[in-house]
């Protein structure tokens, strides 16, 4: 195992995601005996990064790791939680909710703790006077029950900037983004890259294979995808999530040393990603909002559109949420107006249409939060 500085700690170079722990038969019920093996193989193997979170297996995630890592001494490892603002509550209680996860996870305080995926959907919650919830984990780290804050987020590039620009990106000291060689270009992976070195903010990484999309891409083995990664500026902890045994033993091969790839194997596998988009190929150069009769910001819904045609629903569905009605795909009146001036000679009303027929199928983000906060009153009334 290789390890990255972060302020005087020597992390792991590959973190462990608890986020998809294996199952039983019944496919609900976390198989505690075998994440017990697979976390003690990755502890023999040189990890020392653990991360949970609140809607992780209805908070059985936060329970069974903790559980398992506290059979080891509590210097030998890093845990990180995430407060769950994004999950749509009535009402937001920091202090209510930090005090519990500390009691699932067993701990007097956690390594690492971040506000969990700001973004469009959650914006509102975040910055919401009424719940303090910047405010609160900021005073917890000075309590040193956090010993390093941060933030994950699934932002688009504009609030991205905004992020970083304001309240939030003051307090934290590192971002977990979503990063892999085929959102490099596809989520403007590249620019936040950019952004995050450009302020000195380290870089931990999420989905770096999509959530094994990108694992069995055959031009591209699945440790080349991590390689170019982890081999990223700025990058410190790559995070995987591990639901068999087999995931453990190849990750640790893959980061047993640092492997930097050549020039021609970058060059090599950016080519293949360009063959894994789907959709339209809109440049944004904007020439179809002009003439919109409704508005619309075409490029940004059309970009959208494009990561849910190459695989990924729920930024998609959690961007449209975000909008007023009168600004999502279904709001198109199918003039054909934009298509008439557009140099790409899309069917932008036929893309737009189908975006509002594929978002209408998708599982929308606020019924997955009500599903998440049944298991969760579940779980406490267990507690």
Same mark, same amino acid.
């Given at each position: 195992?290789?390890?990255?500085?972060f302020?005087g700690l020597k992390?792991? &170079?590959?973190g462990?995601?608890?986020?998809?722990?294996?199952?039983?038969?019944?496919?609900?019920?976390?198989?505690s005996?075998?994440? &017990?093996?697979?976390?003690?193989?990755?502890?023999?193997?040189?990890?020392?990064?653990f991360?949970?979170?609140?809607?992780?297996?209805?908070g059985?995630?936060?329970?069974?790791?903790?559980e398992?890592l506290?059979?080891?001494p509590?210097?030998?490892?890093?845990?990180?939680?995430?407060y769950?603002?994004?999950?749509?509550?009535?009402v937001?209680?920091?202090?209510e909710?930090?005090?519990?996860?500390?009691?699932?996870?067993?701990?007097?305080?956690?390594?690492?703790?971040?506000?969990?995926?700001i973004?469009?959907?959650?914006?509102?919650?975040?910055?919401?006077p009424?719940?303090?919830i910047?405010?609160?984990?900021?005073?917890?780290?000075?309590?040193?029950r $956090?010993?390093h804050?941060?933030?994950?987020?699934?932002?688009?590039l504009?609030?991205f900037?905004?992020?970083?620009?304001g309240?939030?990106?003051?307090?934290i000291?590192?971002?977990?983004?979503?990063?892999?060689?085929l959102?490099?270009?596809?989520?403007? &992976?590249?620019?936040?890259?950019?952004?995050?070195?450009?302020?000195?903010?380290? $870089?931990?990484?999420?989905?770096?294979v999509?959530?094994?999309?990108?694992?069995?891409?055959?031009?591209?083995?699945?440790?080349?995808?991590?390689?170019?990664?982890s081999n990223?500026?700025g990058?410190?902890?790559t995070?995987?999530?591990?639901?068999?045994?087999?995931?453990?033993?190849?990750?640790?091969?893959?980061f047993?040393?640092?492997c930097p790839?050549?020039?021609?194997?970058?060059?090599?596998?950016?080519?293949?990603?360009?063959?894994?988009?789907?959709?339209?190929p809109?440049t944004?150069?904007?020439?179809?909002?002009?003439?919109?009769?409704?508005?619309l910001? $075409?490029?940004?819904?059309?970009?959208?559109?494009?990561?849910?045609?190459?695989?990924?629903?729920?930024?998609?569905?959690?961007?449209?949420?975000?909008?007023?009605?009168?600004?999502r795909?279904?709001a198109?009146?199918?003039?054909?107006?934009?298509?008439?001036?557009?140099?790409?000679?899309?069917?932008i009303?036929?893309?737009?249409?189908?975006?509002?027929?594929?978002?209408?199928?998708?599982?929308?983000?606020?019924? $997955?939060c009500?599903d998440?906060?049944?298991?969760?009153?579940? &779980?406490?009334?267990?507690?």
């Amino acid at each position: 195992m290789f390890y990255n500085d972060f302020q005087g700690l020597k992390l792991s &170079a590959l973190g462990f995601g608890a986020m998809r722990l294996p199952l039983l038969p019944d496919g609900k019920t976390v198989d505690s005996d075998l994440t &017990a093996k697979m976390i003690d193989t990755a502890i023999r193997g040189g990890v020392n990064y653990f991360d949970t979170a609140v809607p992780y297996h209805g908070g059985e995630s936060e329970r069974i790791v903790g559980e398992i890592l506290n059979r080891y001494p509590r210097e030998s490892w890093y845990l990180a939680d995430k407060y769950p603002g994004h999950q749509h509550y009535p009402v937001f209680n920091p202090a209510e909710t930090f005090e519990r996860q500390l009691k699932r996870c067993g701990v007097e305080y956690f390594d690492f703790y971040l506000y969990h995926n700001i973004c469009e959907n959650d914006i509102a919650d975040y910055m919401d006077p009424r719940w303090g919830i910047l405010d609160y984990f900021v005073e917890q780290r000075k309590a040193g029950r $956090i010993r390093h804050l941060g933030m994950s987020t699934h932002a688009s590039l504009p609030l991205f900037r905004e992020l970083l620009d304001g309240p939030y990106g003051q307090v934290i000291e590192f971002c977990q983004i979503q990063l892999n060689y085929l959102d490099w270009t596809l989520q403007e &992976a590249a620019e936040k890259v950019r952004l995050l070195n450009e302020r000195g903010i380290p $870089i931990w990484v999420m989905e770096p294979v999509r959530g094994g999309k990108l694992a069995n891409v055959p031009e591209v083995p699945v440790e080349e995808a991590f390689r170019w990664v982890s081999n990223l500026p700025g990058v410190t902890v790559t995070l995987s999530g591990m639901s068999a045994m087999e995931h453990v033993e190849g990750n640790l091969r893959t980061f047993s040393e640092r492997c930097p790839l050549t020039e021609a194997d970058q060059t090599r596998i950016l080519r293949v990603a360009e063959t894994l988009k789907k959709g339209v190929p809109c440049t944004a150069c904007r020439y179809c909002c002009d003439g919109c009769p409704v508005g619309l910001d $075409i490029p940004t819904l059309l970009r959208s559109y494009n990561e849910m045609e190459s695989g990924s629903t729920l930024g998609p569905v959690m961007f449209v949420e975000s909008l007023p009605e009168e600004q999502r795909p279904s709001a198109c009146v199918g003039c054909g107006q934009c298509a008439s001036v557009c140099p790409q000679n899309i069917d932008i009303p036929a893309a737009l249409s189908d975006f509002t027929d594929r978002y209408a199928a998708a599982p929308k983000w606020s019924d $997955i939060c009500r599903d998440r906060q049944a298991a969760e009153a579940a &779980a406490a009334v267990a507690e």
